[in-house]
């Protein structure tokens, strides 16, 4: 496991070079087209069960197109190389296994797939693409695409083909469940991603998509279903594609180092100003890069960041040292009296290659299955020290208190584990403005 969170670390650290090792003549600080979102997932259940032949969980989205990095809902990559016409990236996607919920916190199906991607624009309006990938576990799989993209002022969507192989291992895991061996096979897709612009910053996400699955997959006894369905619904916030993007932006990239102690209290009661100490004296440090995607959203003044972090939890007499990395987008509000001071909000996602004792705790007194993979939020306050002090040097200088947040968003995301609970840490922190 640690070799995965190395991994990671890796990946993330490119992340953060991609942001600022931008395309000669590009001005770091210019807008990008970003969006976050908020989505329910719907999804059959191939297998023969009593109940429900559906399950639905909440997912939320982060969106980001730059030179080289992108996030796409629940995948991930960077373009590491790149033609006029065809480019070569490396992705990671969030894979989902689909079967009744209630089963879903002991198992915890659900994977990423990792893997190398080769596109080729066909036109202007068309593309064609290879993946090879694997999952952690080496259930290898690789998909051919065509598709097909339109947009208006109203209107975006890509419609697509898809014929996936999947190895012997693939399907012995996620079709017969690692009790059956069932041979390598082609499964069939069609799709459609579309977004629908309501008004100024405010977007509405749809994607749908039917498979029919393999003959040795069909096969499979307790397979009762040819064809599997997915659909997306759901809302969020991005750039006004009726506006030219800004070559200039008011805020600037940050770098933010915290030092954070955990609290057994929940959000509520922190944010109540009710926060209990640690008994264990458990604590963390972590060190953030955020990159400016807009300064204003709405028609309101917010600073808005996608922000990549790596945490240390701290060795104690409960627990051994971890690692932990996010990724997030943030918005600030300033407050321009007396001196500036912000608040601050972020969500997004968290890995951990230990669950700390804090989470691992609460959860399993719960009766809960801990998650390394959880929904993550990010609540500040700061203020400028320049403006205190009078100095202009020090007016790229925050001070502030931050709440690190862990959860599973109540039961309703099958993808963080369906868990209700999670983790906290009182942090304080210093911002500099880059």
């Known amino acids: 496991m640690l070799q995965k969170l190395q991994l990671i670390l890796i990946v993330l ?14 001005n770091i600080s210019s807008e990008k087209p970003w969006a976050i979102g908020l989505t329910v ?5 191939p297998f023969a069960v009593e109940g429900s032949k559906a399950v639905a969980s909440v997912v939320p989205m982060l969106f980001f197109q730059g030179n080289y990095f992108y996030m796409r809902g629940i995948e991930g990559g960077i373009k590491f190389y790149k033609t006029e016409n065809w480019d070569l990236t490396v992705f990671g996607r969030l894979h989902f296994f689909d079967f009744p ?3 879903q916190n002991q198992i915890q199906g659900d994977n990423v797939d ?25 259930n290898f799989s690789s998909n051919v695409h065509l598709g097909y993209r339109k947009e208006t002022d109203r209107f975006r969507f890509d419609s697509y083909f898809e014929l996936k192989w999947k190895s012997k291992k693939y399907n012995s895991h996620f079709f017969g469940l690692d009790s059956l061996d ?15 612009h309501v008004t100024s910053n405010f977007y509405l996400f749809a994607t749908a998509q039917l498979t029919l699955l393999g003959k040795n997959t069909r096969n499979v006894s307790f397979v009762n279903s040819d064809i599997m369905g997915e659909a997306y619904l759901g809302f969020g916030f991005s750039n006004d594609r009726t506006k030219p993007r800004k070559k200039k932006l008011e805020n600037k990239p940050y770098i933010r180092i915290a030092q954070g102690f955990a609290t057994p209290s929940d959000l509520s009661n922190i944010l109540k100003l009710k926060s209990k100490p640690d008994s264990n004296g458990n604590k963390m440090t972590s060190i953030y890069y955020g990159h400016p995607l807009t300064d204003r959203l709405l028609g309101i003044p917010l600073h808005i960041y996608l922000a990549a972090g790596a ?18 987008i943030k918005l600030f509000y300033v407050i321009k009296w007396p001196v500036r001071w912000r608040l601050g909000a972020g969500e997004g996602f968290s890995y951990v290659n230990e669950v700390p004792y804090v989470e691992r705790n609460e959860l399993e007194n719960k009766g809960y299955v801990p998650s390394k993979l959880m929904n993550h939020l990010d609540f500040s306050i700061d203020f400028n020290v320049g403006d205190i002090f009078g100095d202009e040097v020090l007016k790229r200088a925050w001070l502030g208190y931050g709440i690190h947040h862990r959860s599973s968003i109540f039961e309703t995301a099958q993808q963080f584990g369906r868990i209700s609970g999670g983790s906290n840490f009182n942090a304080f922190y210093i911002q500099w403005d880059l």
């Open 182 to 196: 069932v041979n390598s096979g082609f499964d069939f897709s069609v799709g459609l991603i579309t977004d629908y």
């Open 114 to 138: 990792w893997g190398l991607r080769y596109n080729y624009a066909l036109t202007n309006w068309s593309f064609a693409d290879l993946e090879l990938a694997s999952d952690w576990d080496g």
């Open 311 to 328: 945490v240390y939890h701290w060795p104690s007499a409960v627990q051994k040292d971890a690692l932990e990395v996010d990724l997030e």
């Open 13 to 26: 650290c490119c992340v953060v070079s991609t942001f600022i090792a931008q395309e000669k003549g590009d």
């Open 101 to 103: 919920k209630e089963y």
């Open 41 to 45: 997932r719907s999804a059959t259940i």
